[in-house]
């Protein structure tokens, strides 16, 4: 009886730590909105006369 009494008190322990659902969180605590510059200045904006270093091209790599 002893093992059963051991089992008993193992399963008490169980259910005690896990035998229940943690607490809901809210989506709105699992998200923080910012502006992604301090003064929401842009800071790379579009320059048409750099904007061909964008990209990647193994042509223009090897001096072709």
Request: hydrophobic residues 40%; glycine residues 4%; negative net charge.
């Amino acid at each position: 009886m002893s093992a059963e009494h051991a089992m008993d008190a193992a399963t008490a322990a169980r259910l005690e730590r896990f035998g229940r659902l943690p607490e809901r969180i809210r989506v709105e605590d699992m998200t923080v909105s910012q502006p992604a510059t301090p003064d929401g200045s842009v800071v790379d904006a579009y320059n048409p006369e750099r904007s061909w270093t964008q990209f990647s091209c193994l042509a223009l790599d090897m001096g072709l």
